[in-house]
């Protein structure tokens, strides 16, 4: 699958996205994100943020969805989708992922990783993580070849 993504591949990854958010556990920030990943092999993966009340084990809904994926033996993606807003609002700003999901994304979908932070399917940024990451840090620094 490469890096371009025709407008129905976006517009379901964007609604995968949206139908993932709702199951956000929020109790404390009430914002709710929601991803949807898509394995080069085609399969969408999804996952919601999870917060708790020790902070620090919150999880991000992307890093949900790549560890739902990995822990499935499914280690290559093409792109993902994000959205994100306070419970009963809808956002005036996209919602990207945060450093560390930017991190762990580049372990198995590198610089070439589409990512789609959306409003709505007609409202989104498009771009890449090596636009979002530039200069990541991956396995080709240790000169591993992941695949």
Not at 12 to 29: C, D
Not at 51 to 58: D, I, R, S
Not at 114 to 121: F, L, R
């Given at each position: 699958?490469?890096?371009?993504?025709?407008?129905?591949?976006?517009?379901?990854?964007?609604?995968?996205?949206?139908?993932?958010?709702?199951?956000?556990?929020?109790?404390?920030?009430?914002?709710?994100?929601?991803?949807?990943?898509?394995?080069?092999?085609?399969?969408?993966?999804?996952?919601?943020?999870?917060?708790?009340?020790?902070?620090?084990?919150?999880?991000?809904?992307?890093?949900?969805?790549?560890?739902?994926?990995?822990?499935?033996?499914?280690?290559?993606?093409?792109?993902?989708?994000?959205?994100?807003?306070?419970?009963?609002?809808?956002?005036?700003?996209?919602?990207?992922?945060?450093?560390?999901c930017r991190q762990a994304l580049?372990?198995?979908?590198?610089?070439?990783?589409?990512?789609?932070?959306?409003?709505?399917?007609?409202?989104?940024?498009?771009?890449?993580?090596?636009?979002?990451?530039?200069?990541?840090?991956?396995?080709?620094?240790?000169?591993?070849?992941?695949?």
């Amino acid at each position: 699958m490469s890096a371009e993504l025709s407008a129905e591949t976006r517009a379901e990854l964007i609604r995968a996205a949206f139908a993932a958010r709702r199951f956000a556990y929020v109790p404390y920030s009430h914002f709710r994100v929601g991803a949807a990943l898509l394995s080069k092999d085609g399969r969408v993966f999804t996952g919601c943020n999870i917060e708790n009340a020790g902070y620090t084990p919150t999880n991000c809904a992307e890093r949900t969805a790549l560890f739902k994926a990995v822990s499935e033996g499914v280690t290559r993606f093409a792109a993902i989708a994000i959205v994100g807003s306070l419970e009963g609002k809808t956002n005036d700003l996209v919602t990207g992922p945060c450093g560390v999901c930017r991190q762990a994304l580049y372990e198995f979908g590198g610089p070439s990783l589409v990512v789609i932070m959306a409003k709505s399917e007609q409202d989104y940024i498009q771009t890449t993580l090596g636009e979002l990451l530039p200069y990541g840090f991956g396995p080709q620094n240790l000169e591993i070849d992941p695949e």
